[in-house]
């Protein structure tokens, strides 16, 4: 669930953020908190200077000169810099005991982080950058405060114990990356055939809201259910989905989830 303001407002009474790796998803992190209301302090690395510095005058955050200062300011810190990074800012740094660090690095289990930063509270987490309209889901590993109410502020929350299945949520992350490309294709068949950009991207984007809200009105039907009492035999529909099923476009998703997962289940190279 979505932190209510009131929620945020204790929460962010006292709380003090420091970013490390100032890149597109924790910008969309800065805008969506102080979005839901969070009016502590935000402090950003300066590593990438043009886009902190833009973040700071929109957003009211203040740019450090170096990454220890974020760390030495902060009391949550959230880690957005790519994976082969992550040594050298660990070399650079000396975090608090316990000091919370949420990981939004794909990939990198607790174990590497907690060997990584020895002294911090480590915690993972998973969002999209839907986050800057608080529209994400949210996927954190573990549970606990303040991390929870802070991030759950950026839309739904999901709380996994089991780091296994945090992997499971990557997957569904990369998942919104494809999808992105599925409608693409989707709108250039009907631009192909005739139709504008606008009138395409309307047909496209209608009937998948219209799905999406078919499907969270029924929460108790299945999602193949749904899908047969629309594709039902000498339907148009029932036609298409033969043809994709028989070119192997429902296989394919799986395969392209199966090659994720097995990549994350590799050891991470730092």
Not at 58 to 72: G, I
Not at 178 to 201: C, I, P
């Amino acid at each position: 669930m979505m932190a209510s303001t009131t929620e945020l407002i204790g929460v962010d009474s006292v709380l003090k953020i420091g970013i490390l790796g100032v890149g597109e998803l924790t910008e969309k992190v800065v805008i969506g908190l102080r979005r839901s209301g969070f009016e502590g302090r935000v402090l950003l690395s300066p590593r990438n200077q043009e886009r902190a510095q833009q973040l700071a005058k929109q957003w009211n955050c203040e740019v450090r000169a170096d990454n220890q200062q974020v760390v030495d300011g902060a009391d949550l810190l959230v880690l957005g810099v790519r994976p082969e990074v992550v040594q050298q800012l660990s070399d650079e740094v000396q975090l608090r005991p316990e000091q919370t660090l949420v990981s939004l690095v794909a990939g990198l289990k607790l174990v590497e982080l907690q060997r990584r930063f020895p002294r911090a509270r480590v915690v993972r987490a998973m969002l999209s950058y839907a986050a800057q309209i608080n529209q994400t889901t949210v996927v954190v590993t573990p549970g606990g405060e303040p991390h929870a109410t802070l991030l759950g502020a950026l839309g739904s929350l999901v709380v996994l114990d089991e780091e296994e299945a945090f992997e499971l949520a990557t997957v569904a992350a990369c998942m919104n990356g494809w999808f992105y490309f599925f409608l693409s294709d989707l709108q250039q068949w009907f631009t192909d055939k005739g139709l504008s950009r606008e009138q395409a991207v309307q047909l496209v984007m209608g009937n998948l809201q219209d799905c999406l809200a078919s499907a969270r009105h029924q929460p108790s039907t299945s999602l193949e259910a749904l899908g047969r009492a629309i594709a039902t035999p000498g339907t148009f529909t029932a036609a298409g989905l033969e043809v994709l099923r028989d070119k192997g476009a429902t296989q394919a998703w799986r395969e392209a989830a199966d090659e994720v997962l097995e990549r994350l289940h590799k050891p991470a190279r730092l």
